[in-house]
């Protein structure tokens, strides 16, 4: 470590997509507690195509702070190539990810930092104790996401922890070297190793404005989580095949005794026709759907498009 306690970079990274409700109160929270402090920083808010006033609301705030860094995405290319970006393009010993919508309170900060000098970690990832503002359904839904993404995935993801966390230059170089085009950052942290300390906090609600994570945005974050991430539904695809099979020799078994025995009733038997291919039909789309999922994320990989394109960058 080429850094102390006393001297480092702090990078902070926000990504923000039509914030311009509450960006003015983010850029003045953030500051607050960025510039009572000795170590050096730099701000990166990621403009991820926003079509509001937040890019103006920024430039206007920002016009004299040579630390902050606005970097504008061509279009919206979503939350996760954000942070990617900003992890990219930061510079600091360390770096911290947060909303822009102050549900990542920045004054956390000296807490987090100095849960990761006494632990000696490389990452501190912020899990969420309960979440305000947030209606029972979604709050159901965000439960059942995590515990099924860690099902399928291949590593051990934390439960109930975002983006939010601390990782130092060690873990950012090793990110950096990560050439998939649809990342899912938090499920590559995990899978890094190093040393990883969790830090609790209780989740306050979004400060101002509507959420920016559509149902849609969502879904396709839990598909890269299960999808991109971790091969097993694949081999649960396979292991239902298996199941069918099974269901289906035993069946078959039972229609030869049955012939043979002379005890086949020729033409009744609808029902059970029926629900077999019923049931067969179904899991054969499961599972050329889970094979048209991974071919899906092969043909994006193949094709090699950047991740983001930068249209614009403000110092
Ligand atoms: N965000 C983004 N691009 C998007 C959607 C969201 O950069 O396409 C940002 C958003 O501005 C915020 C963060 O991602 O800083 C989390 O979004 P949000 O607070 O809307 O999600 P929620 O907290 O409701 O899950
Ligand atoms: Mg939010």
């Given at each position: 470590?080429?850094?102390?306690?006393?001297?480092?970079?702090?990078?902070?990274?926000?990504?923000?997509?039509?914030?311009?409700?509450?960006?003015?109160?983010?850029?003045?929270?953030?500051l607050a507690v960025l510039e009572n402090n000795r170590y050096?920083?730099?701000?990166?808010?990621?403009?991820?195509?926003?079509?509001?006033?937040?890019?103006?609301?920024?430039?206007?705030?920002?016009?004299?702070?040579?630390?902050?860094?606005?970097?504008?995405?061509?279009?919206?290319?979503?939350?996760?190539?954000?942070?990617?970006?900003?992890?990219?393009?930061?510079?600091?010993?360390?770096?911290?990810?947060?909303?822009?919508?102050?549900?990542?309170?920045?004054e956390?900060f000296p807490?987090?930092?100095?849960?990761?000098?006494?632990?000696?970690?490389?990452?501190?990832?912020?899990?969420?104790?309960?979440?305000?503002?947030?209606?029972?359904?979604?709050?159901?839904?965000?439960?059942?996401?995590?515990?099924?993404?860690?099902?399928?995935?291949?590593?051990?993801?934390?439960?109930?922890?975002?983006?939010?966390?601390?990782?130092?230059?060690?873990?950012?170089?090793?990110?950096?070297?990560?050439?998939?085009?649809?990342?899912?950052?938090?499920?590559?942290?995990?899978?890094?190793?190093?040393?990883?300390?969790?830090?609790?906090?209780?989740?306050?609600?979004?400060?101002?404005?509507?959420?920016?994570?559509?149902?849609?945005?969502?879904?396709?974050?839990?598909?890269?989580?299960?999808?991109?991430?971790?091969?097993?539904?694949?081999?649960?695809?396979?292991?239902?095949?298996?199941?069918?099979?099974?269901?289906?020799?035993?069946?078959?078994?039972?229609?030869?005794?049955?012939?043979?025995?002379?005890?086949?009733?020729?033409?009744?038997?609808?029902?059970?026709?029926?629900?077999?291919?019923?049931?067969?039909?179904?899991?054969?789309?499961?599972?050329?759907?889970?094979?048209?999922?991974?071919?899906?994320?092969?043909?994006?990989?193949?094709?090699?498009?950047?991740?983001?394109?930068?249209?614009?960058?403000?110092?």
């Amino acid at each position: 470590m080429s850094f102390s306690r006393e001297k480092f970079k702090l990078s902070v990274i926000v990504p923000c997509y039509n914030e311009q409700d509450v960006i003015g109160i983010t850029y003045d929270r953030l500051l607050a507690v960025l510039e009572n402090n000795r170590y050096d920083y730099e701000v990166l808010f990621i403009d991820d195509g926003s079509r509001d006033n937040t890019v103006s609301i920024l430039e206007a705030k920002s016009e004299k702070n040579k630390d902050v860094l606005i970097l504008s995405f061509s279009r919206n290319f979503g939350h996760q190539p954000a942070v990617s970006a900003g992890l990219s393009e930061c510079t600091g010993d360390l770096a911290i990810i947060i909303d822009a919508d102050l549900q990542d309170p920045p004054e956390l900060f000296p807490e987090i930092i100095q849960t990761y000098f006494d632990s000696n970690c490389n990452v501190v990832y912020c899990v969420r104790k309960n979440r305000e503002g947030v209606g029972f359904f979604k709050k159901m839904g965000y439960h059942f996401f995590y515990r099924m993404v860690n099902y399928m995935s291949d590593v051990e993801l934390p439960l109930d922890s975002g983006d939010f966390r601390l990782l130092d230059r060690d873990v950012i170089d090793a990110y950096k070297k990560f050439g998939e085009k649809n990342k899912y950052v938090r499920g590559i942290i995990a899978w890094m190793g190093f040393k990883q300390v969790p830090f609790y906090y209780n989740r306050p609600g979004r400060a101002e404005g509507e959420t920016k994570y559509s149902i849609k945005k969502l879904l396709a974050l839990a598909s890269t989580g299960m999808f991109y991430f971790s091969k097993k539904p694949l081999k649960l695809a396979l292991s239902l095949g298996i199941i069918a099979l099974t269901i289906g020799m035993i069946l078959s078994a039972k229609v030869f005794y049955e012939k043979f025995t002379g005890n086949l009733d020729e033409v009744p038997g609808w029902a059970s026709t029926i629900l077999t291919m019923i049931l067969f039909g179904g899991v054969q789309l499961i599972t050329i759907g889970v094979l048209g999922e991974y071919l899906g994320n092969i043909f994006d990989e193949v094709r090699n498009r950047p991740e983001y394109i930068i249209r614009k960058r403000k110092k």
